[in-house]
């Protein structure tokens, strides 16, 4: 496969690593989109649960969402974000199996939550979704917990380069113009804050089942 | 982690962050999907983004039984998607990719739309212009027809006196049997002072002494 694969151009911003995965799975490569499945199961999973008490069947809209997006991938143009038009496959699939669910009659009402709300961007907080169990709850709260303690733990100069990266959204070559230092510094400097932090809820991520991928 | 690790993690924090050269893109992506860690860097540091921008980041143990789930169906799927670039014409033709239908499909309809409103109505502005400016032609070029009764008000016969009145009414243009009309139904109707037709009848008189 390495020696027939197309590698697509070089990504000009932060989010063009989504448009990479997605041309490379084009090419042939499924695990590319994996990687993508990895990136936004939780945000998609939190949109369904929104939609839908069902816990069971958040998780097999969410695979029925991943599933029509591979399968519409090459219909995918790039002209939106990756995320924008996933979510958007999402809502839809959602919405066809709660239509026809209605149509069931051993469907039981408490199934269904009011679809008005579909906007993520207004859920700033942590908080818990229907497709999680208080014990997952707890877990993602104390994780959330530590990782904030690692980043008070962290030198100061990788704490302002992950919060400008991870909070603030901005590009390396901006973190570097506001660290004043070069974006191969930069690159390194949130690279080393991740593994640090990763360090401290690994052990807690692999104690959920013992065993991860 | 060792140097090789480090490296490595380098690498798909980078490619995490889209921030990758165009050497280092291939060994990034190899270096995420196909180590074995690697998948479990991915989602760690994905997790680290979710749990500091504020978001409740899903158990591991979740995330592995469903791309467990999810490959099983993705193996019954032809490689890379639907279909690549090349075969997409073939794809369309046939089989279930035919009836399904993107989510962005409806915006890129409306916009095609659009798109060609804007043309038609840039060409139907673009006529209206053009065919504005050709009376101006017509009259320049038809001296014969409308340039005595520009210079002497005599009678003549024209044969569109209503459009040579739209495009120069400070001239007055005679028509014998307009004339003829007017006079024999005068109650009616009224001419000025000056035998001129009226632009408006009902403020016009054909005796001036009355007014």
Redesign the interface.
Known sequence: MAGT?R?????S??????L??VE????????????L???Y???I??LIGRMVRDVDLV?DI??ET???A????????G??QFYT??Y??AV?TAKKSLMELKHTPSVLEGSFHSSDDEDETSQ??????TD?TPE??L???E??GV??AA?EALPEDLRQA??L???EGL??DEIAVIMNCP?GTV??R??RA??A??AR??PM??N??G??? | MTDMDSERGELISALLDGEVSAAELGPAVEAASHLPQGLAVWHTYHVVGEALRGRAPLASGADSLFLARLRGRLTEEPAGGAARPAELGAALATGPLAQIESANDAVIRWKLLAGAASLAAMAVLGWHMASLQAPDATVAAAPAHLGQSATAPAAQPLAAPGAALAQAPQVMLRDARLDALMAAHKQYGGTSALQMPAGFLRNATFDGSER
């Open positions: 694969t590698f697509p151009p070089v990504p911003g932060p989010n063009d690593s989504d990479l995965l490379r799975t084009l090419a042939g490569d499924q695990r590319a989109f994996e990687l499945v990895i990136k199961q939780s945000r999973q939190r998780e969410a695979q991943f599933i029509r591979y399968r519409a991938l090459h219909q995918f143009r002209d939106a038009w996933l958007r496959i839809n700033p907080k942590i908080e818990p979704t999680e997952s709850v877990a993602a709260k994780i959330a990782v904030n980043m992950v919060t990266r991870e909070i590009a390396y974006i690159r390194s949130i690279f991740r593994e932090i990763s809820i690994r991520l692999e959920q089942t065993k991860r991928w």
